[in-house]
């Protein structure tokens, strides 16, 4: 099984609508949980931390299930330019302080016109 | 502010051919670093860390090796590269937030090995 486990899309999605997808991690014990933005042949960008049960950035709505292990992402009222491979990432237990990262493969999103 | 470099931006080499891969960061003292590769298609894959000058732990057994020989300065390097070396390589630092941390990628080489 894999540490961190995404739906690879692609979610198409209208312009204005709300799109929203999990990721799935095995170590129960990680405390660390990210999402990350991949564009085409670009390096990843953090798009928001999630340390406790959840946050939110403006239009991106990050839950954390800790009793279910899995992390959601929400994007409100999406852009043209939310397009992009969404990257969850899970961090390591507390006592493993070198911030090895579990990533997962990514979710395609298209937002189209 | 932090700013983290790598070059070359893409890189074509034949099999069997030498590589070196260079990566600094700015802005910051004893950083944690990071090498990955992704794949075509594929998530991101740690190949080694390193928490000091000197230090390097390695992820994946492979045809690769990497040095820290400053502080600021993480280098991949292979003696003979092979076909399925090809991918995206990234390097990373770990910028910490208190009892937090996150992670910032620089921009990456695209290595073709043909």
């Known amino acids: 099984r894999k540490e961190v486990e995404q739906d690879p899309g692609p979610f198409n999605v209208p312009e204005g609508a709300t799109v929203a997808f999990n990721c799935t991690y095995s170590?129960?014990?990680?405390?660390?949980f990210f999402w990350y933005r991949q564009d085409c042949r670009k390096e990843p960008k953090l798009l928001m931390s999630?340390?406790?049960s959840g946050n939110e950035d403006g239009r991106f709505t990050a839950q954390l299930n800790r009793a279910s292990q899995y992390i959601s992402l929400l994007i409100r009222d999406s852009k043209l330019s939310d397009s992009a491979t969404y990257l969850c990432?899970?961090?390591?237990?507390?006592?493993?302080?070198?911030?090895?990262?579990?990533f997962g493969a990514g979710t395609q999103v298209v937002v189209t016109p | 502010s932090q700013t983290i470099h790598q070059w070359p931006a893409t890189l074509v080499q034949p099999v069997g051919s030498p590589l070196s891969l260079e990566c600094t960061v700015e802005?910051?003292?004893?950083?944690?670093l990071y090498w990955y590769r992704q794949a075509a298609g594929r998530g991101l894959q740690l190949l080694f860390y390193?928490?000091?000058?000197?230090?390097i732990s390695s992820e994946v057994p492979q045809n690769l090796s990497a040095s820290r020989p400053q502080d600021r300065q993480f280098i991949l390097s292979s003696k003979k590269l092979l076909l399925s070396d090809s991918g995206f390589y990234l390097c990373?630092?770990?910028?910490?937030?208190?009892?937090?941390?996150?992670?910032?990628f620089g921009p990456g080489t695209r290595l073709t090995v043909t």
């Open positions: 990373a630092w770990l910028s910490y937030q208190g009892v937090s941390y996150e992670q910032y």
């Open positions: 170590n129960s014990a990680s405390q660390s």
């Open positions: 999630v340390y406790s």
């Open positions: 990432v899970v961090g390591p237990g507390t006592t493993d302080s070198w911030g090895k990262l579990q």
């Open positions: 802005g910051t003292s004893n950083p944690n």
């Open positions: 390193s928490v000091g000058i000197g230090q």
